[in-house]
């Protein structure tokens, strides 16, 4: 119960109007301490230098390349991954098990820097009430709403960001991620062949498997695909 403690000075950070910058980063610092807490970490250096090269040269042609955004990889086969605010983005090994070259990671974590960008996580904290904030959080990082403790935070990946991410933020990430991958000087096709697979592995395993956190916490699957092939 003592981690659930830790989510309500990001709580009290909800009481006034607005979410600054600043303290966007404290609430990102503070849930990615709960995240290292709860989630185990790659601890491999030469993915962790690589995910971070990748990361970095993306992000900081972004208009919040002013940020301290930090990469890394948890260590877990399911294909998820999720952003928290103030630039903290976690990737688990499983997307980098499938994927077959730089452009595929690139279109991963394109898009969840620009769920950052465009602080989408921010903003639903922004419109939701503090109490069912608090009780998303404690779900998603601590676990105390399921049983499994860490494994069960690994399987829900993504809904480790504050709230649910909708299918309207989905496709801004998309397009955005699409673009920013773009500027880095990367080919944004590995976008589209990344989702390709997943949707493959997704329809033989029946909606189960490995893939499925992605696609629960991804919505839209179906016309993502066709917006991102149109891109």
Request: with cysteine; glycine share 12%; charged share 15%.
């Amino acid at each position: 119960m003592r981690n659930i403690s830790v989510t309500i000075g990001a709580i009290a950070l909800l009481a006034g109007c607005g979410v600054s910058t600043q303290q966007e980063v404290q609430m990102g610092q503070q849930e990615a301490q709960q995240v290292s807490a709860q989630l185990p970490m790659v601890q491999d250096a030469v993915i962790n230098n690589y995910v971070n090269a990748v990361g970095q040269r993306i992000a900081s042609r972004t208009s919040r390349a002013d940020l301290q955004w930090q990469f890394q990889v948890v260590n877990s086969d399911m294909v998820n991954a999720f952003a928290l605010p103030g630039g903290f983005i976690y990737i688990n090994r499983g997307v980098l098990e499938r994927a077959s070259n730089m452009s595929e990671v690139a279109g991963v974590v394109g898009h969840e820097i620009e769920h950052v960008v465009r602080r989408h996580s921010v903003k639903q904290m922004e419109q939701a009430q503090g109490a069912n904030v608090g009780v998303g959080i404690a779900c998603a990082l601590t676990g105390v709403c399921q049983s499994g403790g860490a494994q069960a935070a690994i399987n829900i990946g993504g809904t480790a960001v504050f709230a649910k991410v909708s299918r309207a933020d989905e496709v801004q990430a998309d397009e955005g991620g699409f673009n920013n991958v773009m500027r880095a000087g990367i080919s944004p096709r590995g976008m589209y062949t990344f989702f390709q697979k997943l949707l493959a592995e997704e329809q033989q395993s029946g909606g189960g498997g490995a893939t499925a956190g992605w696609f629960a916490d991804h919505p839209g699957t179906q016309d993502r695909l066709a917006d991102i092939q149109r891109m």
